[in-house]
């Protein structure tokens, strides 16, 4: 399995689609492997979710994303998990153990009211 953190700064981005890079690692027998980090080549409406699909990203890990986001990655097969805070390392650590679980999205701007994050949660 193929996963993405959106990532600001070593930490969680709290919006998927405005990160600076998403750090991609492979979960192999419980343990990440082949981490890098890809630069997030900017956002387009529509492009990201099939953007990862084509680096085999089989889940992204974000703070938040709204239901067109949500809906796009369920289209490419694509795991959402959000509400993700912290440090990408522990980050990781946690989503390897089973930890990690989907909660509320950090961007919590009804949907259709994004200005305040140019409507890319």
């Known amino acids: 399995m193929k996963v993405a953190i959106a990532v600001d700064g070593g930490y969680v981005a709290q919006h998927f689609g405005k990160c600076q890079e998403y750090v991609l690692f492979d979960v192999v027998e419980g343990r990440s492997e082949n981490v890098q980090n890809v630069t997030n080549p900017g956002h387009k409406p529509g492009f990201l979710p099939p953007y990862l699909k084509g680096l085999n990203v089989d889940c ?7 239901q067109k986001a949500l809906a ?5 097969n694509i795991k959402p998990i959000i509400g993700a805070s912290g440090q990408v390392d522990q980050i990781m650590n946690d989503f390897v153990s089973g930890k990690l679980q989907s909660g509320e999205s950090l961007c919590t701007h009804p949907d259709g009211q994004h200005d305040g994050c140019d409507g890319h949660c």
Do not use: Q, S
């Open 60 to 66: 992204v890990i974000a703070g938040g994303m709204g």
């Open 72 to 76: 796009l990655f369920a289209e490419n």
